[in-house]
């Protein structure tokens, strides 16, 4: 069973930092892109950071230079670091990754900037 777990999230205050970490198990994923989405209330899901297995990375404009994704492919398993976060910020965060010719979800980690 493939599944992927993050962890990480909570509450923190505006300018503050929280690193997500999302281990995935039940498939390699090293050699496909990982990546971490979001969520806020009553929006669409954005695609905040990916990174491929070449080391290409790719941001949401709105993180660029706060964020930063990495990953250790030989614990299967990504992160994103959130640096100078805004209540903007404030979503649903879903770890991503594609193995075994589809797409699998983390059930989420709430992450909330308080003003």
């Known amino acids: 069973q493939v599944q992927l777990v993050e962890s990480g999230g909570g509450l923190v205050q505006f300018g503050g930092s929280l690193r997500l970490s999302c281990a995935a198990s039940?498939?390699?994923?090293?050699?496909?892109?990982m990546a971490w989405w979001r969520q806020a209330p009553g929006k669409s899901r954005e695609l905040v950071a990916s990174m491929t297995s070449a080391g290409r990375i790719d941001y949401l404009d709105s993180v660029k230079g706060r964020f930063t994704i990495s990953r250790d492919k030989a614990k299967n398993e990504v992160y994103l670091a959130m640096n100078s976060l805004t209540p903007e910020d404030t979503a649903i965060y879903y770890c991503?990754?594609?193995?075994?010719?589809?797409?699998?979800w983390g059930q989420g980690t709430q992450v909330t900037v308080s003003s």
């Open positions: 991503y990754g594609n193995a075994l010719a589809r797409a699998h």
């Open positions: 039940g498939a390699d994923f090293s050699s496909n892109t």
